[in-house]
């Protein structure tokens, strides 16, 4: 790639320093937009500083590192790179909200082969916005330019939440008690897992486009695999402030199962109803295009289901109340282990849409 | 790639969840071993839960994002995957120690596009081992598989460290003054800047191989180019607890002038004499075998200087005795901005090996 005798500089090799700087510069008031009153640094520092909020007995943080997986080649096929940072954003913040966390700040990585200036502020520009909508700060992150690593207009994307919560605040599942309700709240699509699945159903064994209508929906294919995971924060935050929740489960890779015993002490399982709702058209659609087994559905995708609370009997209807619409009873706690499944098929791979 | 109307399986995609799950659990010792009495959850939690330190008065947090960069491509030439993860550490604790921050906690962030296992485990393992070197927690972290996104025994790495100083102590380089000296602290080699240019040259122009003896080393391509990026946190933190630092750089991507304008107050420049010390043999190899532009090799590269600390003249020669052989008057505070790299290229392209 480089033969020859000529003098070598980084940019030749592939590298532009002086579009980093600028890119780093746009930057700039996306991060001021998304700073609070803790915000110690700006731009340009090695590392972001933030003071611990007062007022807190025993304050414990809470971090969680996540990526949006395979959902980025649905952005790159789009060319629509405006809420990816929603996504990310929303996944990091939802794995803290479980153990009773509110965010405080945000970071980010972004790793590319050539740098797009333009492409990377969409991307930090939707970082920002979700950051300011869960009232976090935005307090850095890292934009690395790697030739070689990944393909022409392809990049990489992780994010990095920390939260606080009060100690005798934590919700860890250490009070669930069989008896105890499952409270399922409404995902809003995919949110951010099983997209390698969905994209070889999607784009070859349906054969759809992007920009293709997706079946069932009043949407593309692209807008209906692109809607933007969750935050759960605005929803339940009120609910954790008044102690009416006793696990939660973030329902991301590995579905219900794979997600639902982490939120409950030993010695406890989860019976599941699954008639007690009806998977939306897209897992529907999913299923019987990829001709993809009911319990495999429910291992790779959320379902309908992005969020699970634990409630004592006696707040379940508070609980359902202050959701609203969003959530309804899809099962209890039991004696046992794990999460068991009940009536998982009758909206399986032959359903309509 | 999934013609054909067969039953599909989140396998057949190309995502193996149980895989995922195997590793997870080889990385359990991992995470235990790299934990301390504040780490409050093990593996499996959706996030990680930290308490905040007792003892200090106003605790300000500090965070940065970073990666490896393409260091990886040698990691990956040579077949050597134990390092990488100290160099990601070390560089991370690094851009917080400049602030004054010690590390309380370490996540990261791994994405490949087939999991295996085995370098996984070998990639998490320098991840906690330099955890434990630098004194704070590898409290969680992410590992994503994501097919057709990366090459065959390909991944990305990023880390995410969260520290915190107290705020009377942080350093900002607001007490640095015109006269104050500039100490020059060894680097331990490219740290983990300037890879792209620096493969094109070592591989391409001088035609080595990973295995192949470097010049003027004792050491093959691959062991001088993965030599692991150091952490300056044992040798600086008694100086900055002594309230020494006035001012600190950790020379990262563009070099010294990219980065000490960082760590000095608005009027405040500095004067580099690049005659205070000898560029290593690896520098001076690059330069000569890429004719490499000295401004270019200064701008890309550490050049043998890895940290730069701000102190006062009347702690110049306590802070040299306390950093032995490893430190030395680089140069000075002076009014101004920027930094003005003097005698630059007496030590260019054309010096010998």
Not at 23 to 49: N, Q, V, Y
Not at 73 to 89: C, N, P, Y
Not at 220 to 228: D, F, N, P, Q
Not at 269 to 276: E, K, P, Q, Y
């Amino acid at each position: 790639m480089t033969p020859g005798n000529d003098s070598l500089t980084y940019r030749q090799a592939g590298v532009d320093l002086d579009a980093a700087e600028r890119a780093k510069r746009a930057f700039a008031p996306l991060l001021a937009a998304a700073s609070d009153e803790r915000t110690l640094t700006g731009l340009g520092a090695f590392g972001g500083l933030y003071s611990v909020p007062g007022g807190l007995d025993r304050p414990v943080l809470a971090a969680s590192a996540d990526g949006v997986g395979t959902k980025l080649k649905v952005a790159f096929l789009a060319g629509r790179h405006d809420t990816i940072g929603q996504d990310l954003v929303n996944h990091c913040v939802n794995d803290i909200l479980v153990q009773g966390a509110r965010p405080l700040f945000f970071l980010d990585y972004l790793a590319t082969g050539q740098l797009d200036e333009g492409v990377a502020a969409e991307v930090v520009g939707g970082v920002a916005r979700a950051c300011r909508e869960n009232g976090c700060a935005l307090l850095g992150g890292e934009t690395a330019e790697m030739p070689d690593f990944y393909a022409a207009g392809e990049y990489d994307l992780a994010g990095f939440v920390v939260g606080v919560v009060e100690r005798d605040r934590i919700v860890d599942g250490s009070r669930a008690r069989p008896g105890d309700r499952l409270i399922g709240l409404r995902s809003s699509g995919l949110h951010t897992n099983g997209y390698t699945l969905a994209r070889a159903i999607v784009f070859d064994r349906m054969g759809l486009g992007a920009a293709d209508p997706f079946p069932g929906e009043d949407a593309t294919a692209a807008e209906v695999l692109l809607r933007v995971h969750r935050s759960y924060l605005p929803m339940t935050l009120p609910l954790l402030e008044d102690g009416l929740v006793r696990g939660m489960a973030h329902v991301t890779g590995g579905g219900i199962e794979g997600n639902l015993p982490r939120a409950l002490p030993d010695g406890a399982g989860a019976r599941i109803d699954c008639g007690s709702w009806r998977p939306p058209n897209v897992f529907r659609r999913l299923a019987r295009a990829g001709r993809v087994a009911p319990r495999e559905m429910y291992r790779v995708f959320n379902m309908g289901v992005g969020m699970i609370l634990v409630v004592a009997p006696e707040d379940e209807e508070a609980v359902l109340g202050a959701v609203g619409g969003e959530g309804w009873t899809m099962g209890e706690v039991v004696a046992g282990e794990g999460a068991r499944l009940a009536g998982i098929g009758a909206e399986g791979g032959d359903s309509d849409g």
